[in-house]
């Protein structure tokens, strides 16, 4: 058996076989829970990572398009009865839909222009969300009491749900990850390191980015739908500026421009408020120090990119073969 | 002849406006040296109110003694900001090391990090609630102009926000220091092979615009009577957008913008619902990002 | 599974209780507690902690029961994400046979599900979302519904002969349900609403709304805040010389609020279910307690909502003594009548929603007094 398909088949017996195992040992809802929190952060992260890390795009409104697609799933939900099969696809694609409106006149904006552009957009969307109560139901929040019904089979049990939420996060990490780690990858990456040299190149750099505006939405916005499905009751307080905040303090975190690095970021800040409860009130602070310890010792990221890239090339071996001198890619 | 109506409005929006300016003009300075965003100017901002609340409880000095103490915590507070999150990453000096996005978002995530535990260990000490204040010390004793009706606040945040904004136009301009500081915003490496001496300059920035930081928090803290951990992110993202529409590095550009930001807030509350106030605000931002990308009042830039 | 989790725990229990039947009688009956304990609501959160904490000493000092009552807290940030969190915390510890909290609507009912499904008791006593006592069977709030307060603060207009009124309230659920449970009332008696306006929680200046309020010329301001918002609305309505009576619910009844906004707060009116002036022992030694905790300050509408929540739920705790279980804990709250707490007597009815007398205050030279 080969390395990479080693590696493969480690990660997937990990994610369907050990952890799942481990949930029903204990069997404690918390875990469930807290499973389930940290493989939709995992997929709101990736996508970031998508716009932020590879892009280079410094983007302040993410929140926001998770916060569409929680809305639209809900609200088919709650008013239409439209269940998870239908809701979810629709969720991404509605994000992904006010992602392109609002792209259209923002994606020729860069560096600091494009992030503050984002804030605006994300603080819209969500004062969008808090007052616009006829739709949204404002302050109220919307109730969502159908689970999760999997083209015709209602999944109750907690370790169905984890199922279902783990698979649909690991097949949308798996695509952005095919997605960054490909040429059209490398495309993104010319943006970010001189987006004018990317255009004298022949690439069209106002449609590249609003591709992967749009796309890191639709993802955002399944991460969305998965939160509204899992805990039935969505309020505009869960998309505002300071989730935004938080999504990219995991992709920092985890190092910039690594797919692997924005996983372990979403990990890392979902799993230590939780081991720190014990602390009592000073545990926010820890998560504060340990952020600024993460990024003062690995500036580059608890897995930076070129170890990511060289992990990437590992992986999807036959793939990478293109690059022939073995020059690495990134900064360094 | 104006409704009375709609100039109350329009005085509140300047007041409003003159407020934001007070933030904006230390956000401006500190953007422009470095050229990156100093998240936690929003906590320099409440520990600057914090302290004056300390000096007024324990002491009961006249305000302009609190207000000296006041901008020496911020002077520290912005010292001790800059050597925890902003000159760990400038070890590196090579040209492409500073000129990396990857340096640049570490900072803004460093200043994050800082400014989560500041707000986090203020809320551990002082509890998150409003604070109370001696009520003697707040200005806002009201003055009637004609069919406006304003308070001695106002007029003190005028004054200060003008000799803050004079005076540091002349720094910039006419002393060694604001020479400095302006070549280090243009070409830190230049600035550099010239003789001046970066660290030191940046940290000046620094002691300075947090000073200004402080003093702004103090005194609207007393403006509002609302002093309390998180009261510094409204104007924190406020200032943000009056700097991006001033055009970046501009102080003037950022208080103008902030005035405009102020009065069409207050306006927009006298026609819509006040939770859609911010909402025009935003909006306001994008138009001038997509219509007018250098800022409205900002220096001419290649691109945008 | 769940079954087999059942299974198991009976027979864990079994196996403890078989052979030491009296000593396990000892082990303390357990109940949770979610709240805001830090985040920007921690001050609503300390002050239930700390009413929790005396109702809690009192009562097993009492001996009321053989065993003795724990409370375990956890913060819940007043995040949705934290609350659902620890609600399945909760909901695994085997011990836990009630909970108490949250604070916000919004964590309360998304916690709510997760209760709903485990068949766990919750009692909150700020909630009140109108919906949120109707999510199950096992939710209850002692705090009274805004139809209530509402209902009363149009009735008292309406005796004074006030014909036109602006209300103002928070964009919050909470806010929505005051405008709505006081319009109504009010437009049936003839009433007019000049003025019907949100404001995002926490908004530092008034001046704009309230010189759009004074516009209107109504003849009276009915008001949904909590007391930090109010200190800012009053102080303003008296910095812009703007004299229009001002009337609110309990969320306002704080000491804090004369505190942070002094003379300003003269004349407000309100309504309230606890007033720490009362002469009753139960509210006495509430009151006296709490002062001797907090350097002499009284106690506001929040923590008295708290003390009369967990004394609630430790009632319930001895009516289902011995066999206190989560099944028998939810008959045992439900049957809750009468009670006399230091908010007033409590009642629930079928929906869980509590029936409580409110009494009408106003603030006169710094000083709540209540109006007879």
């Not at chain 1, 390191?193 to 590249?208: H, S, Y």
């Not at chain 2, 104007?235 to 930001?261: E, N, T």
Request: aromatic letters at 12%; one cysteine or more; charged letters at 15%.
């Amino acid at each position: 058996m080969s390395k990479q398909l080693l590696t493969k088949v480690g990660m997937v017996v990990l994610l369907f076989v050990v952890v799942p195992a481990v949930l029903m040992a204990f069997d404690r809802g918390y875990f469930y829970q807290i499973a389930t929190i940290a493989a939709v952060f995992v997929l709101l992260a990736a996508s970031l990572h998508l716009v932020t890390g590879v892009a280079g795009l410094l983007h302040l409104g993410h929140a926001a398009f998770y916060g569409i697609g929680a809305y639209v799933a809900a609200l088919l939900g709650s008013e239409l009865e439209i269940g998870f099969t239908l809701g979810l696809p629709a969720a991404g694609l509605a994000a992904a839909f006010v992602a392109f409106l609002v792209a259209l006149p923002t994606m020729r904006l860069i560096s600091i222009y494009f992030a503050v552009a984002t804030l605006a957009i994300g603080q819209m969307l969500y004062l969008i969300f808090l007052n616009w109560v006829s739709v949204t139901k404002g302050p109220n929040g919307v109730l969502l009491f159908s689970g999760i019904d999997f083209f015709g089979f209602d999944i109750e049990s907690e370790i169905g749900i984890y199922y279902v939420v783990t698979a649909i996060m690991a097949l949308s990490v798996v695509v952005l990850y095919r997605l960054t780690n490909s040429y059209y990858g490398n495309a993104l990456r010319s943006l970010r390191e001189d987006d004018q040299c990317a255009a004298a190149m022949g690439i069209n750099v106002t449609v590249l980015k609003m591709q992967a505006f749009v796309i890191s939405a639709f993802f955002a916005g399944l991460a969305g739908a998965l939160w509204a499905y899992t805990t039935g009751y969505i309020s505009p307080n869960d998309f505002n500026f300071s989730q935004s905040i938080l999504v990219l303090a995991m992709v920092v975190v985890g190092g910039l421009g690594s797919l692997p690095g924005a996983v372990i970021g979403a990990l890392l800040l979902i799993l230590l408020p939780e081991v720190l409860r014990d602390v009592g009130d000073t545990r926010n602070i820890f998560v504060g120090l340990v952020m600024f310890g993460a990024i003062l010792f690995l500036p580059k990221g608890l897995f930076g990119e070129v170890s990511a890239l060289r992990f990437a090339r590992r992986i999807l071996g036959s793939g990478w073969s293109g690059s022939a001198d073995n020059r690495e890619v990134g900064w360094e | 002849m104006l409704d009375p109506y709609y100039l109350q409005q329009l005085t509140i929006g300047l007041s409003l406006g003159m407020i934001y300016a007070l933030m904006a003009i230390g956000f401006t300075l500190i953007f422009g040296v470095l050229n990156v965003v100093n998240f936690a100017h929003g906590e320099i901002y409440t520990i600057g109110a914090f302290a004056g609340l300390l000096m007024i409880a324990t002491f009961g000095p006249p305000l302009l003694a609190v207000l000296l103490v006041v901008m020496a915590v911020g002077a520290l507070a912005g010292f001790g900001l800059e050597r925890l999150a902003f000159k760990p990453f400038r070890r590196f000096s090579d040209e492409a090391s500073m000129k990396s996005r990857a340096m640049r978002e570490a900072t803004l995530m460093s200043s994050l990090a800082m400014s989560i535990v500041a707000r986090e260990s203020l809320e551990l000490i002082f509890g998150s609630q409003f604070q109370s204040v001696d009520l003697s010390y707040l200005i806002n004793k009201q003055i009637q102009l004609g069919p406006v009706t304003i308070v001695n606040g106002d007029l003190i945040i005028f004054a200060v926000a003008l000799v803050m904004f004079l005076g540091l136009q002349w720094l910039l301009k006419y002393s060694t220091i604001g020479l400095s500081i302006r070549a280090v915003s243009n070409n830190p490496l230049g600035a550099r092979y010239c003789g001046i001496n970066t660290d030191r300059t940046i940290i000046l920035t620094f002691v300075i615009g947090s000073v200004m930081g402080a003093l702004a928090g103090i005194l609207v803290g007393l403006y509002y009577g609302a002093i309390y951990p998180s009261m510094g992110f409204t104007p924190g993202i406020k200032a943000f957008v009056a700097m991006v529409m001033g055009g970046l590095s501009s102080i003037p550009g950022a208080v103008i913008s902030a005035m405009i930001l102020g009065i069409t807030e207050s306006m927009a509350t006298s026609v819509v619902s006040s939770v859609w106030a911010d909402m025009v605000a935003y909006a306001f931002l994008l138009i001038t990002l997509v219509f007018f990308p250098q800022g409205l009042f900002g220096a001419r830039r290649e691109r945008v | 599974m769940i079954l087999s989790r059942r299974l198991t725990v009976s027979l864990a229990l079994a196996a403890t209780v078989a052979p030491l039947a009296g000593w396990a009688q000892d082990a303390p009956i357990v109940i949770g507690y979610q709240l805001p304990l830090t985040g920007n609501t921690a001050q609503y959160g300390q002050d239930f902690k700390s009413a929790a904490e005396i109702a809690l000493e009192k009562f097993n000092a009492s001996g009321a029961l053989p065993v003795p009552v724990e409370i375990i807290y956890e913060d819940s940030r007043s995040d949705a994400k934290e609350g659902v969190t620890i609600a399945r915390k909760f909901v695994d510890n085997d011990d836990i046979v009630a909970v108490l909290g949250d604070f916000t609507s919004t964590v309360s009912m998304a916690a709510a599900q997760v209760y709903k499904k485990a068949g766990v008791v919750q009692l909150s006593q700020t909630a009140s979302h109108p919906d949120f006592a109707k999510i199950s069977e096992w939710q209850f709030r002692n705090i009274t519904t805004q139809d209530q307060e509402g209902a009363v603060n149009a009735e008292w207009m309406h005796e004074k002969g006030i014909e036109k009124v602006a209300v103002i309230a928070e964009q919050t659920d909470w806010g929505q349900s005051v405008v709505k449970g006081f319009t109504t009332p009010f437009k049936d008696m003839g009433g007019e609403v000049v003025f019907e306006e949100f404001f995002n929680r926490g908004l530092a200046d008034f001046r704009s709304i309230i010189t759009k309020i004074d516009e209107t010329n109504p003849d009276a301001v009915y008001t949904g805040f909590f007391y930090e918002d109010g200190a800012q609305f009053l102080k303003q309505m008296e910095q812009l010389g703007v004299d229009i009576p001002v009337y609110s619910t309990s969320a306002a009844y704080n000491d804090k609020l004369i505190e942070l906004s002094g003379e300003a707060a003269d004349g407000l009116f309100l309504t309230a279910t606890f007033l720490p002036t009362r002469e009753d022992a139960g509210v006495q030694e509430f009151v006296e307690e709490w002062k001797s905790l907090h350097d002499g300050a009284a106690p506001g509408q929040f923590p008295a909502q708290a003390y009369d929540a967990v004394n609630i739920m430790l009632e319930a705790v001895v009516r289902a003594y011995p066999d206190v279980t989560r099944e028998s804990m939810r008959e045992a709250v439900a049957a809750t009548t009468d009670f006399p707490g230091v908010t007033g007597n409590t009642s629930f009815d079928e929906n869980g929603e509590p029936l409580k007398e409110l009494t009408k205050a106003t603030v006169e030279n710094g000083e709540f007094v209540e109006v007879k």
